[in-house]
């Protein structure tokens, strides 16, 4: 069993929900996944020891938050190259969040990644659920059997 890191960053909780999906998803697909907040990733070797990682942020203003923007640049300290990658996030509008994010894990950190990242209005509407977890079912079916 493989071990997935999702670590999400949310001012209302919409993309905290999503992050959680996502673990459903990977779970169901037999592995274990962990949901951290940003604020509580404190080094890059967090970010190194598993075996998957899905990054998300909300968008406010076009932008991600903060916090997600600090750990992109820890993050690069972690050597991920190759590792299973998504990125997700809740928006109202334009949702640029998490397009930023898997650019950044596709680019700088050479990750294998998911096909796009995972943008919902919110978690509750239009299927939302069963697209979270879906998504966590796409990073399994890459993560080390
Ligand atoms: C002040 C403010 C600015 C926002 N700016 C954007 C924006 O630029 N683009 C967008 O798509 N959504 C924007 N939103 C909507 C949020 O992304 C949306 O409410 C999202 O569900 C929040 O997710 P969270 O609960 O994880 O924080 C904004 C919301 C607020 C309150």
Do not use: C
């Not at 970010?47 to 600090?70: F, N, Q, R």
């Not at 750990?71 to 300290?77: D, N, S």
């Not at 190259?81 to 949702?95: D, I, L, N, Q």
């Amino acid at each position: 069993m493989a071990n997935a890191l999702i670590v999400y960053a949310s001012r209302t909780g919409e993309t905290e929900n999503i992050a959680n999906l996502i673990a459903e998803g990977i779970r169901i697909a037999g592995h274990s996944a962990q949901v951290k907040n940003a604020n509580d990733i404190k080094s890059e070797k967090e970010l190194s020891g598993p075996d998957a990682l899905v990054l998300g942020s909300a968008t406010y203003h076009g932008e991600m938050l903060p916090a997600m923007k600090k750990l992109l640049f820890m993050a690069e300290k972690a050597d991920l190259a190759g590792k299973p990658g998504g990125s997700f996030g809740a928006f109202g509008w334009s949702g640029e969040a998490p397009g930023r994010i898997f650019d950044t894990m596709q680019h700088i950190f050479k990750m294998d990644m998911v096909s796009g990242p995972l943008t919902l209005k919110s978690s509750s509407l239009e299927g939302g659920i069963q697209m979270a977890q879906q998504y966590g079912r796409d990073l399994a079916a890459r993560m080390p059997g």
